[in-house]
């Protein structure tokens, strides 16, 4: 298999590649992508431009020698190591060229017309090589592992969580956004979201969907749900499908499987894993103990 990236056009040279997609998702029509996969070869060039911006994660092994240029400057000149971050906005230009390379990395492409301010920002930035951040390494690493499992995140979540890689992206080029405070959502606003979240909640739900129910842009309604709620909206309504399934576990012996398609889990897996780290216990423990006939 070629290492070629999902999106975007341009040249590639690679000898000796032994290449193998591990896993890959996408959100929202493909405006969020997560692609992990492993490359190994004994050398590559690379001439590449893309419509998404995109953050890569160098999860294990390395190269021996790693070079980026773009617009005719030196970017960096070193080698790839474990840890290691790069960022490369929409339609920017890369040159790179890889030496002794076997590595796993982790990739999020984001559309710069996703909607989200957060990642707004993020047209302006240069390209990024080789920084540092515990904090997307760690969001990176929690959706892979998710997904490894067969557990595809809901679409709330997933933009939840490039919104806060693009604030990190954004910080490790310095760029200071002002704080600003966000009052609390009027009480009919939020028995409207909840209506709505109570009448979809067996769809995928995004956070675009709830800000347009409250008619507000979506960086605004989710600091103004979470100044309100204490929960940002992706793990809102995760909790009510957790809520509606221990009701649903109490009051009927439907099928722990029926149970997880009608509170919105993609499997009975995905259910039992979400269940057991909110709740401290399985479904099936807890309609043991909490049914009307215990």
Known sequence: ?????????????AREERSEAIQTASWIGSSIIFDNRRWACRDAELRWTAPHHLIVLTEDGGTSETSIRSEGKSLYDGRDRPGN?????????RLGYYRDVDLSYSALWI?????LP?????????????????VIAA????????????????????????????????????????????????????????DYIDANLTS?????????????????????FKTTTGLAPYAYVIEERIRRAEMLLRETDMLLSAIAFR?????????????????????RVYRTHFSPES
């Open 263 to 283: 509170c919105g889990f993609s499997s009975q897996s995905h259910f039992t894993a979400t269940f057991r780290r909110l709740r401290r216990m399985t479904p």
């Open 85 to 93: 971050l790069t960022f490369v906005p929409a339609g920017a230009e």
């Open 139 to 194: 969001l990176l690493g929690s959706l892979r592992d998710e997904i490894a499992l067969g557990h595809k995140p809901d679409t709330a979540y997933v933009e939840h969580l490039a919104a806060l890689v693009s604030l990190r992206v954004a910080a490790l080029n310095r760029v200071q956004t002002p704080a600003v405070r966000h009052g609390h959502l009027s009480r009919r606003m939020l028995a409207r979201i909840r």
């Open 204 to 224: 995928d739900i995004s956070l675009t969907e709830l800000a347009a129910v409250a008619g507000m842009a979506v960086d605004n309604f989710a600091r103004r």
């Open 118 to 134: 957060e990642c707004e920002r993020l047209r302006d930035m240069p390209i990024l090589v080789n920084k540092s951040d515990s």
């Open 111 to 115: 559309d710069p017309d996703l909607g």
């Open 1 to 13: 298999m070629s290492f070629r990236p999902l999106l975007g056009d341009g040249r590639i040279r």
